[in-house]
């Protein structure tokens, strides 16, 4: 039996106990019994229940790290939107297991800090190479990096969620979309400033979605080239 339908079977039969009996009253024995497979095998397969759920993040970050590692600094908002790509497909191919996972995360607040947790590695990752790209460690740098890399990151939320609740029948299309409408709020280093001097962004937390924002923070920015 080779490792890969070991965790296969492993993750069908957590979903159908947690669907059966709950998260909280479902063990790793009976993950395994449930599996036809031993406590051993489990935990070669997975450190604890909890990874059953999740995606390999550790896997899908070094996918993502390899792809910016081949870009140059002209191409590395190419590789930046290609990245997003990679973890969106990733999604979309587990298909059932990936909506399955956010119902239950949706349920289990343990289980959704867990996830928000898993976000802050990959907005790191991002803003550590837009960081990189932008050139020197200035304080406009840097927050700039961290600005963008938050854009990156809610932007592909935003059409993953949409997708996770069937109301995305192209979700790549609109992952690309998105994208670019991200992108285009921040010009290259080194580009000339819009006459008059250029925009000043604010950066504040909100709760409101990518779709809502973005037309704002564009608006924004308009308004300011006008003065």
């Not at 996830?115 to 840097?142: C, H, K, N």
């Not at 670019?180 to 000339?192: K, Q, T």
């Not at 008059?196 to 409101?208: E, I, L, P, S």
Request: hydrophobic share 45%.
């Amino acid at each position: 039996m080779s490792k890969l339908s070991a965790r296969i079977r492993l993750a069908d039969a957590a979903f159908a106990l947690f669907d059966e009996r709950g998260y909280e009253q479902t063990t790793v024995d009976d993950i395994a019994e449930r599996a036809g497979l031993g406590r051993t095998t489990f935990f070669r397969n997975y450190r604890s229940k909890e990874d059953v759920i999740f995606p390999d993040h550790d896997r899908l970050l070094a996918l993502i790290r390899d792809r910016l590692a081949t870009s140059s600094h002209s191409t590395a908002l190419v590789a930046v939107s290609d990245a997003v790509r990679l973890v969106l497909l990733h999604y979309v191919e587990e298909g059932d297991l990936a909506r399955r996972r956010y119902a239950l995360t949706s349920k289990v607040a343990a289980l959704r800090d867990r996830e928000i947790a898993s976000v802050g590695r990959y907005q790191r990752l991002f803003r550590e190479f837009i960081a990189d790209w932008m050139g020197g460690p200035t304080e406009s740098a840097s927050l700039r990096a961290e600005l963008m890399a938050a854009a990156v990151v809610a932007a592909h939320n935003h059409v993953l969620r949409r997708w996770l609740r069937g109301e995305s029948s192209d979700p790549v299309a609109e992952v690309d979309e998105a994208m670019r409408e991200v992108l285009a709020l921040f010009p290259a280093p080194g580009s000339s400033p819009a006459p008059g001097g250029g925009t000043t962004v604010v950066a504040f937390r909100t709760g409101q979605d990518i779709d809502t924002l973005l037309p704002s923070l564009r608006r924004l920015v308009e308004d300011g080239a006008e003065r």
